[in-house]
């Protein structure tokens, strides 16, 4: 079994930064491509951002240039920085880690941006 938890949410005003990190524990022999979702009141769960088993990285359209995906080390921890942050990205932010029988999910970070 592998559990998640997320941590680094919070209030921030409007351009202001926050960075999230996401450490996986359990059984994890591999090396796992990780993503981060979002979600907003009513809305649904959004891919924010990606990265591979090898380290490449993607990102949805309306964070490219603003959020950064990492591991901070090799299997257990990855982060994401947020920069010059938005009231529309304020939201639950979840990680989740992928393998090949399922995905597992961490229980989320609430990130508010507002002034």
């Known amino acids: 079994q592998v559990q998640l938890v997320e941590s680094g949410g919070g209030l921030v005003q409007p351009g202001g930064s926050l960075r999230l990190s996401c450490a996986a524990s359990?059984?994890?022999?591999?090396?796992?491509?990780m993503d981060w979702y979002r979600q907003a009141p009513g809305k649904q769960r959004e891919l924010v951002a990606s990265?591979?088993?090898?380290?490449?990285?993607n990102y949805a359209g309306s964070v490219k240039g603003r959020f950064t995906i990492s591991r901070e080390n090799t299997k257990t921890t990855v982060s994401l920085q947020m920069n010059s942050l938005k009231p529309e990205d304020t939201a639950v932010y979840y990680c989740?880690?992928?393998?090949?029988?399922?995905?597992?999910w961490g229980q989320g970070t609430q990130v508010t941006v507002s002034s």
């Open positions: 990265i591979s088993s090898g380290g490449s990285t």
């Open positions: 359990g059984t994890i022999n591999n090396i796992y491509p």
């Open positions: 989740s880690l992928i393998t090949t029988l399922r995905n597992y």
